[in-house]
């Protein structure tokens, strides 16, 4: 009789929900956010329960990336100002960000690079039709999300992967599936499915290695977000071996995944120009 092997993956996410992984709060954050009959008073309290994560949600909305105008002061305030929708995003995403061990060495370097990719990918959204800025920032702090849960589970065998090869590299993602049954990609789409975040930012987590595979798939907006993120991580990877912004601009306007994404050289200089102060801000607020 053949035996049927369990899915590895549907294995791993056993093993994360009983983790818990996300603080109650913003468990809650999504439920309230997702009750039609809430109000902002019941969402701003269900953040306010977790004072790590209001202090970020507050910080967040006041960062020039969500707000350019008046100083928010409250979360009642900060709910309002940016939605329901968009304070429950913030809130998985900031909680998200904190999975793992706060004392990995790896750690700092996994932030520094999420958070350099979302400022990177936020400042491309500007010029990508139908890719919406903040949930370009959210695809880019999440996208190695899968990193951060193979980091939490099994940190000495993801460590001793990302020693030898860099994100990106088709041998770690390889490497990660010899030795999980999976990649971070998958396993970070499926936790981002489990806690409820928006499709599109769980599909551009899927597809962020992929899409330069199956670039023919630009058509989905997980897809294109995916893209997006991907363009963003070259740039950001060209801007840290130290090359001066046009380059960087000329080089990345001649990816493949550009020019689908109608993305300029002029528009890629912006990004390469700006994005690194925005990603100090955001690395600051994350510590
Ligand atoms: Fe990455
Ligand atoms: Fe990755």
């Known amino acids: 009789m053949a035996s049927t092997a ?44 977790d004072p790590m994560l209001s202090a970020r949600v507050l910080r967040m909305a006041n960062s020039s990336v969500f707000n350019r105008g008046t100083p928010v002061t409250s979360l009642r305030r900060a709910v309002s100002v940016l939605g329901f929708a968009r304070t429950r995003n913030l809130a998985l995403g900031m909680a998200m960000v904190a999975i793992g061990d706060r004392k990995l060495k790896y750690r700092s370097r996994l932030w520094a690079h999420t958070t350099s990719v979302a400022a990177a990918t936020a400042q491309l959204a500007r010029f990508v039709k139908d890719v919406d800025p903040q949930t370009a920032f959210l695809g880019g702090l999440l996208h190695d999300l899968g990193v951060q849960v193979l980091l939490a589970l099994a940190p000495d065998d993801e460590l001793g992967l990302l020693a030898r090869w860099p994100d990106g590299d088709p041998r770690l993602l390889k490497g990660e599936r010899d030795r999980f049954g999976f990649d971070h990609a998958r396993v970070g789409g499926l936790v981002a499915d489990q806690y409820g975040l928006p499709s599109v930012v769980a599909d551009a987590i899927r597809l962020h290695h992929q899409i330069r595979v199956h670039p023919g798939r630009l058509v989905m907006p997980g897809a294109r977000l995916a893209a997006a993120v991907a363009l963003a991580e070259r740039l950001v990877q060209l801007t840290e071996r130290g090359m001066p912004a046009p ?38 607020m994350l510590d």
């Open 6 to 49: 369990p899915d590895p993956a549907v294995e791993l996410l056993r093993r994360v929900a009983d983790m818990k992984l996300l603080p109650e709060a913003a468990i809650r954050v999504r439920d309230i956010a997702n009750d039609p009959d809430a109000s902002t008073t019941d969402l701003a309290d269900a953040a306010g329960l």
């Open 247 to 284: 380059n960087v601009a000329g080089t990345v306007s001649m990816d493949p995944l550009a020019k689908p994404l109608g993305v300029s050289k002029a528009s890629l200089q912006v990004a390469a120009e700006v994005f690194e102060e925005e990603a100090k801000a955001l690395q600051s």
